[in-house]
T-cell receptor, first 113, second 112 residues
Framework: GESVGLHLPTLSVQEGDNSIINCAYSNSASDYFIWYKQESGKGPQFIIDIRSNMDKRQGQRVTVLLNKTVKHLSLQIAATQPGDSAVYFCAENPTGNTGKLIFGQGTTLQVKP | NAGVTQTPKFQVLKTGQSMTLQCAQDMNHNSMYWYRQDPGMGLRLIYYSASEGTTDKGEVPNGYNVSRLNKREFSLRLESAAPSQTSVYFC???????????FGPGTRLTVT
């Protein structure tokens, strides 16, 4: 079946540096990709999304890049702050407009002061 | 706006007991979802409801039932709890399109 995975379980960065979190997906028919942030003890929070007909999308301090050739998705966080410490999940939508998302296993981002 | 609320926050059940997890949203969203999250794992979809009056199975529906009581409320029922259902359960509702999902704070369930 489809799977969405992240390359690294934990990423440790220095405060102020840029962070890059990677995600590999397997379903070439997926038409929508989303990044969520989950802080300890809380539910996931929507960060940014991108449609499959786009290569790049920017938000506030975050950029998502999509490489459909190699089925790779990344989340870039500029000037990482302690408040960015969390688990980050990518998710894909493989089946139409239902919202039946498939989530990856998550990458823990640790920000060192 | 409270967003998505879930009750209870914590629950301990014995094997074979039943319970219902409650979820409500005040954002007038059509779609609602139930996920489970196991340690070190991403979220897996149990059931979803695209609109009031409709429900459909997700990736891991076995052992669960749902009810979309009205547009605001979507409940998840465990008829006979098993230790394998020990998990954190999240309810979500769909906003701008079904992909921008807003999550509740979760229910931590332990089945002994």
């Amino acid at each position: 079946g489809e799977s969405v995975g992240l390359h690294l379980p934990t990423l440790s960065v220095q405060e102020g540096d840029n962070s890059i979190i990677n995600c590999a997906y397997s379903n070439s028919a997926s038409d929508y990709f989303i990044w969520y942030k989950q802080e300890s003890g809380k539910g996931p929070q929507f960060i940014i999304d991108i449609r499959s007909n786009m290569d790049k999308r920017q938000g506030q301090r975050v950029t998502v890049l999509l490489n459909k050739t190699v089925k790779h998705l990344s989340l870039q966080i500029a000037a990482t702050q302690p408040g960015d410490s969390a688990v980050y999940f990518c998710a894909e939508n493989p089946t139409g407009n239902t919202g039946k998302l498939i989530f990856g296993q998550g990458t823990t981002l640790q920000v060192k002061p | 706006n409270a967003g998505v609320t879930q009750t209870p926050k914590f629950q301990v059940l014995k094997t074979g007991q039943s319970m219902t997890l409650q979820c409500a949203q005040d954002m007038n969203h059509n779609s609602m979802y139930w996920y489970r999250q196991d340690p070190g794992m991403g979220l897996r979809l149990i059931y979803y409801s695209a609109s009031e009056g409709t429900t459909d199975k997700g990736e891991v529906p076995n052992g669960y039932n749902v009810s979309r009581l009205n547009k605001r409320e979507f409940s998840l029922r465990l008829e006979s709890a098993a230790p394998s259902q020990t998990s954190v359960y999240f309810c979500a509702s769909g906003g701008r399109g079904p992909y921008e999902q807003y999550f509740g704070p979760g229910t931590r369930l332990t089945v002994t």
